[in-house]
């Protein structure tokens, strides 16, 4: 739901593994801009090994195809390069997993939000995915098209340039991973990193062209009501409780006026994973605000957190509010429910044949 948010609140430290970053340097970053579009072969890992052959496509095959994204891709594109096989496996991803552990923090350096990239990394991983239609079977995680305009300057997306940035530095250490995974992949760290629950995810999303960006409108409009999230959210196949589950990434991150034109953190501690999202709802009193922005609630305690007209209908919609609830009093429920309903969306869209492991892998954090 988090349709022009992107996040953070005061210096509040996630619960994270202060190792991180003296076991880790930091890398010097290259150019690279290579990502896969066919599924691989199944064989053992073999990152290192690279072969340029000519510019040519290749029809059906297991073969790795890598598009320069810096060019105009097309399905005939003279941009093709073939990769020699080599297949990631999980260890693989965990040193993608490892490196964007390691440069969550980095925002503290740089001043920005809250200090953490964590949620507006989250927000790209479920902006990427929430497009899925189950309907016309388009849109999803599988083609990372948020690359490509016009999809990257719907108004959903503003600011979510700084987490594809972010991500583009991590790319060019790892180039044989596609955006697709990589973007999914830092949502997973995201919320894992943040003292989240473990989220299961795998392997296996491919890079598609712009000609596959979904239109806008797919993403939710954080003014409108119920029936507005239910339209939204059941064409992506979900149901009444799992769009409140959903609802509750709003433990993170803030909205800013410049993107979305609503302001404020939701909670007090904007860069952990908590249910505090849906204890607030019900324990504070919240009131409209009075000031020149779209309509957005305020507490009337303090004035200094806000609930969009789409969180505070979770507390008036009968279905929806009986889920709230459920995750007010429970946090170990909303976490196991949290969890399994964001590993879901990351998959929307993929087809089965594409995943490189039946079920899906368990990333190691920081702190395990």
């Not at 890398?27 to 073999?46: D, L, M, Q, V």
């Not at 990152?47 to 052959?53: E, P, Q, V």
């Not at 320069?68 to 993608?96: I, R």
């Not at 507005?228 to 979900?238: S, V």
Request: overall charge neutral; charged content about 25%.
């Amino acid at each position: 739901m988090f349709s022009a948010f992107s996040r953070a609140h005061a210096p509040l430290r996630p619960l994270r593994a202060a190792a991180v970053h003296a076991a880790k340097p930091r890398a010097a970053f290259r150019s690279s801009f290579r990502a896969y579009s066919t599924p691989p072969p199944a064989e053992k890992s073999n990152i290192g090994i690279y072969i340029g052959l000519a510019a040519v496509v290749v029809g059906g095959g297991a073969s790795y195809f890598l598009w320069d994204a810096g060019k105009s891709a097309t399905p005939n594109s003279a941009y093709v390069t073939l990769k020699a096989n080599p297949t990631p496996m999980k260890e693989d991803f965990q040193k993608v997993y490892d490196k964007i552990a390691e440069i969550l923090d980095d925002a503290s350096d740089a001043g920005y939000d809250d200090g953490s990239y964590g949620p507006v990394l989250l927000r790209l991983a479920w902006h990427s995915s929430g497009t899925y239609d189950k309907d016309t079977q388009t849109g999803g995680s599988n083609y990372a098209t948020m690359r490509f305009a016009p999809e990257s300057l719907h108004g959903a997306n503003a600011g979510l340039n700084v987490a594809r940035d972010l991500m583009e530095k991590v790319k060019e250490q790892f180039p044989w991973i596609s955006y697709g995974d990589l973007w999914t992949l830092a949502g997973v760290a995201a919320i894992q990193e943040m003292g989240g629950p473990k989220i299961p995810w795998r392997a296996g999303r491919i890079d598609g062209i712009q000609d596959q960006a979904t239109p806008d409108g797919r993403l939710p409009d954080a003014g409108l009501g119920a029936d507005h999230l239910r339209n939204i959210f059941y064409r992506m196949g979900f149901n009444d409780q799992e769009i409140v589950a959903l609802s509750g990434a709003h433990a993170l991150g803030r909205c800013h006026s410049n993107r979305s034109g609503f302001e404020g953190p939701w909670t007090f501690s904007p860069i952990t994973v908590t249910n505090d999202y849906f204890k607030l709802l019900f324990d504070e009193k919240w009131v409209w605000k009075k000031w020149n922005g779209p309509k957005q609630l305020e507490d009337k305690k303090t004035r200094s957190l806000m609930m969009l007209p789409t969180d505070y209908v979770l507390t008036q919609d009968k279905s929806f509010k009986k889920y709230a609830k459920a995750y007010a009093e429970d946090q170990d429920l909303f976490f196991k429910d949290f969890s399994a309903v964001v590993a879901r969306l990351f998959e929307l869209g993929v087809p089965p044949h594409q995943w490189r492991s039946q079920e899906p892998w368990i990333m190691k954090s920081s702190s395990d």
